[in-house]
């Protein structure tokens, strides 16, 4: 059979998934590293420390970078760049605009570790888990505040192309559909309960900072509610209208799983969705959208979200202990 071609267009190496191809995927292992196991996401951190040293490791705010979004690590001083093939456990990235590797430095300072390089669940047969491991893995790091990032589309009609919105809510398609990172064995260690809440997974106090922030900067924020569809596929006109009806204001298939996790292992989030495209209601509008153009728009729209990044770095509070978190949110 012959293989499909690649389809750079939409940045896909098809051969990475053809049957019979001598690169043909394999699952992750999980006799290597169980992405849920405390004690397994000890032995990767150990991995990390063997590298980079424990003073250089140890962090308070993590970052995770979307979509043709590598400029913001350039906001990192005295790196240390880490390749995902050198952690122990670590899966690979196959998506264009990821680089994969774990960069440690600081921001003004402040101790930053950063996912250059997420795993997507379609990339990962859908394991939740395994693609949230970077969060546990910095849980144990000591990051107290996580910045999420991603490229989105919009869907509020109100927002135009190259806009940046603040995360105030998610809405995790898969995770209503049995896809949940936590779904398996409950550990006690990470902080949360099994049954975490997810009220006010974006931390209200930092949002206030966040758009107090951008207001200073004379900056135009939106702020509105992402949803994550499994993907990779991109949304029909007649999906794109359920969202709007359903109340997202922009759509991506990232994020919510990592906020999940976040949020059981007891860290502050703050999210911002770049908005690459405008996604289409009209079912007889052809405008279509591909990963190339979503990755050209994150480079040439990006610059506002460094800024402000940087800017929120430099005055985020103190990282609050994980148990004064826990007392804080009830637990
Ligand atoms: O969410 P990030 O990682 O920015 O990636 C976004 O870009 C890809 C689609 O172009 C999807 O993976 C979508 O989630
Ligand atoms: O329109 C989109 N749909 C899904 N994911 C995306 N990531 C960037 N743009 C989009």
């Known amino acids: 059979m012959t293989p499909p071609a690649n389809d750079e267009a939409n940045g896909v190496d098809n051969t990475i ?31 990390i420390i063997a590298q980079v040293g424990e003073d250089k ?31 122990l456990g670590f899966p690979s990235t196959s998506v264009q605009g990821h680089a994969g590797n774990l960069i440690f430095g600081t921001i003004h300072g402040k101790r930053v570790v950063c996912q250059a390089g997420r795993f997507h669940p379609y990339e990962h047969k859908m394991d939740l888990a395994l693609c949230a491991m970077p969060i546990r893995v910095m849980d144990q790091l000591g990051v107290r505040t996580l910045i999420v990032t991603n490229a989105a589309g919009g869907v509020n009609k109100s927002f135009h192309y190259g806009d940046l919105m603040l995360i105030k809510d998610q809405i995790f398609l898969p995770g209503l559909a049995g ?19 997810m009220h006010e997974c974006f931390d209200k106090d930092l949002r206030v900072l966040t758009k107090d922030i951008a207001n200073r900067m004379s900056m135009r924020l939106m702020e509105g509610v992402y949803v994550m569809s499994g ?50 209601h009209d079912v007889d509008n ?11 728009a994150a480079n040439k729209q990006g610059g506002k979200g460094v800024d402000l990044i940087s800017a929120l770095v430099k005055e985020l509070p103190p990282p609050m202990p994980k148990q004064e978190t826990a007392k804080l949110w009830g637990y």
């Open 17 to 47: 998934s053809t049957l019979n191809d001598s690169k043909e995927y394999k699952h992750y292992d999980y006799s290597m590293v169980d992405p849920r196991n405390y004690d397994d996401i000890t032995k990767v951190v150990q991995s």
């Open 57 to 87: 490791a140890k962090s308070d705010i993590g970052l995770i970078l979307g979509s043709g979004m590598g400029n913001i690590a350039d906001l990192l001083e005295d790196k240390i760049v880490v390749p995902y093939e050198k952690i």
């Open 179 to 197: 896809f949940s990172p936590l779904v398996g064995e409950h550990d006690k260690r990470y902080g949360g309960p099994r049954f975490v809440s």
């Open 231 to 280: 993907g990779p596929q991109y949304e029909t006109p007649a999906e794109v209208r359920l969202y709007h009806a359903v109340g997202a204001d922009a759509l991506g298939m990232s994020t919510c799983h990592e906020v999940v996790v976040a949020k059981q292992c007891l860290m502050k989030v703050v999210g911002f969705s770049l908005i690459t495209n405008i996604a289409n």
């Open 286 to 296: 052809a405008n279509n959208v591909n990963h190339l153009e979503v990755i050209d």
